[in-house]
């Protein structure tokens, strides 16, 4: 059993940066492949970023790349999400998942969520 709980959401201008952290409870969270999505307001949840479980391998979503870095530190049991030069359309419920298996883009491949963080970016 692994418990998620993300923080360092909140509200912050266009330009703007935030670094989300989700920290887990566990042994086993070296293990594994860790992502972070987003539920922007009436939309469907979305791929953001993931990691695998060594830390060398990272994927993201076009919309994000060059802008968004996901990092893990396995001694800390925590993967982060540093999100730089935020748009309005980054606005969305920030949700860390763990333990992907099969396709690790998608939602329903995740085991275990956390319970979300809210990021609000004004134009």
């Known amino acids: 059993q692994v ?3 993300e923080s360092g959401g909140g509200l912050v201008q266009a330009g703007g ?7 887990a ?3 086993t969270f070296s293990s594994y492949v860790m992502g972070w999505f987003r539920q922007p307001p009436g939309k469907e949840r979305e791929f953001v ?7 060398m ?8 790349k060059g802008r968004f870095t996901i990092s893990r530190d396995n001694a800390k049991n925590t993967v982060y999400l540093q999100m730089n030069n935020l748009k309005p359309e980054d ?7 763990a333990g992907a298996i099969g396709d690790s883009s998608d939602p ?16």
């Open 49 to 55: 970023a993931v990691i695998r479980a060594s830390g």
């Open 25 to 27: 409870s566990g042994r």
């Open 17 to 23: 940066s935030l670094r989300l952290s989700c920290a």
């Open 108 to 123: 329903k491949a995740y085991r275990y969520w956390g319970q979300g963080t809210q990021v609000t970016v004004s134009s």
């Open 57 to 64: 391998i990272t994927y993201y979503t076009d919309s994000v």
């Open 91 to 97: 606005t969305a419920v920030y949700y860390c998942a």
């Open 3 to 5: 418990q998620l709980v």
